[in-house]
């Protein structure tokens, strides 16, 4: 059956993470081209690869953003207790959702979720990965600065 999909076309979904949680996300592009994931940074959403996943469907390849679990329109914790675990259940199920292994493209705390799924995961879910803003250690102070700021601005 042909595929007639226009590149441009976004459509929103709703996923399910392992522990029954909401994972909003949202793809654009035909649905028979190669997969490409976003993986947003601690604090953003997937509106902030909005136009990066527009501009790779223009050229042909299917995107999926999504909002991780207490981030933008996904669900959210009643207590408000993340596990590291539940972020890399949550890639690892948006990554299985396509029709075949995407490339991740993860920015700060995606790119490292992506580092951690890839690294434990067998067989590899990803294609390749991505990764933006991302450093192998961090400053307690900077990290302490950044939550501040998250914290003063919900």
């Given at each position: 059956m042909e595929d007639r999909t226009s590149a441009t076309e976004s459509a929103l979904l709703n996923l399910r993470a392992g522990d029954g949680l909401r994972l909003?996300?949202?793809?654009?592009g035909r649905a028979s081209a190669r997969p490409v994931l976003f993986a947003h940074g601690f604090?953003?959403?997937r509106h902030a690869w909005a136009r990066a996943a527009?501009?790779?469907?223009?050229r042909g390849w299917r995107t999926l953003t999504f909002?991780?679990?207490?981030?933008?329109?996904?669900?959210?914790?009643?207590?408000?207790?993340?596990?590291?675990e539940q972020f890399v259940g949550d890639l690892l199920t948006v990554a299985r959702?396509?029709?075949?292994?995407?490339v991740l493209v993860g920015a700060s705390m995606g790119?490292?979720?992506g580092l951690v799924v890839?690294?434990?995961t067998r067989p590899g879910p990803f294609r390749a990965l991505v990764l933006v803003d991302i450093t192998p250690r961090w400053e307690a102070a900077g990290v302490e600065r950044m939550l501040d700021f998250m914290r003063s601005h919900p």
């Amino acid at each position: 059956m042909e595929d007639r999909t226009s590149a441009t076309e976004s459509a929103l979904l709703n996923l399910r993470a392992g522990d029954g949680l909401r994972l909003a996300a949202e793809t654009r592009g035909r649905a028979s081209a190669r997969p490409v994931l976003f993986a947003h940074g601690f604090g953003q959403s997937r509106h902030a690869w909005a136009r990066a996943a527009e501009s790779l469907a223009e050229r042909g390849w299917r995107t999926l953003t999504f909002d991780a679990r207490g981030h933008g329109d996904s669900g959210r914790l009643a207590d408000g207790r993340y596990a590291l675990e539940q972020f890399v259940g949550d890639l690892l199920t948006v990554a299985r959702a396509l029709n075949e292994p995407p490339v991740l493209v993860g920015a700060s705390m995606g790119g490292l979720l992506g580092l951690v799924v890839a690294g434990e995961t067998r067989p590899g879910p990803f294609r390749a990965l991505v990764l933006v803003d991302i450093t192998p250690r961090w400053e307690a102070a900077g990290v302490e600065r950044m939550l501040d700021f998250m914290r003063s601005h919900p």
